[in-house]
């Protein structure tokens, strides 16, 4: 029988062995890396795609925001304007008596409700005879 190998030295087909196995963890190894690599790229476009939706987003209602908030401020102004006009001549503050077109309106929803009452009268009397 041949020599065994001693510790720290290994035969020829020994190194091979191990050698293949090196290499095949070794690319195994690298391949895992590019995969890393790719997965962190596409992390990377999704967060900057996010943070540009994002972005847009928040420019949109920064501007609705600021269009509300002129508007607010301009109606608050017209109305101070009118408080002063009201204020500097008073008489504007009196308001006028009712116009023709509201008595009428009064009147024709008197009329309603007093036909809706004359129909419930009409309505009981007969219930009552049946």
């Known amino acids: 029988m041949g020599k065994k190998p001693q ?3 290994a035969t020829n087909q020994d190194n091979g062995g191990r050698s293949r196995s090196m290499g095949t963890e070794s690319g195994m190894l690298t391949e895992e890396r590019e995969q890393a690599d790719q997965g962190w ?3 990377q476009d999704a967060l900057r795609e996010k943070s540009r939706k994002e972005r847009e987003k928040y420019k949109a209602d920064v501007a609705r925001l ?3 908030l002129e508007e607010s401020q301009a109606a608050q102004k ?3 304007l009118e408080l002063q006009e009201a204020m ?3 008489a504007v503050l009196i308001s ?3 116009q023709s077109g509201e008595a009428e309106e009064s009147e024709a929803w008197d009329e309603l409700l007093g036909t809706c009452e004359d129909s419930d009268t ?3 009397e007969a219930v009552i005879m049946s």
């Open 41 to 43: 790229a596409m992390f």
């Open 78 to 80: 017209q109305a101070f």
């Open 96 to 98: 006028p008596p009712p």
């Open 66 to 68: 600021d269009q509300k």
């Open 7 to 9: 510790w720290g030295k």
């Open 122 to 124: 009409e309505m009981t």
């Open 88 to 90: 500097s001549t008073p």
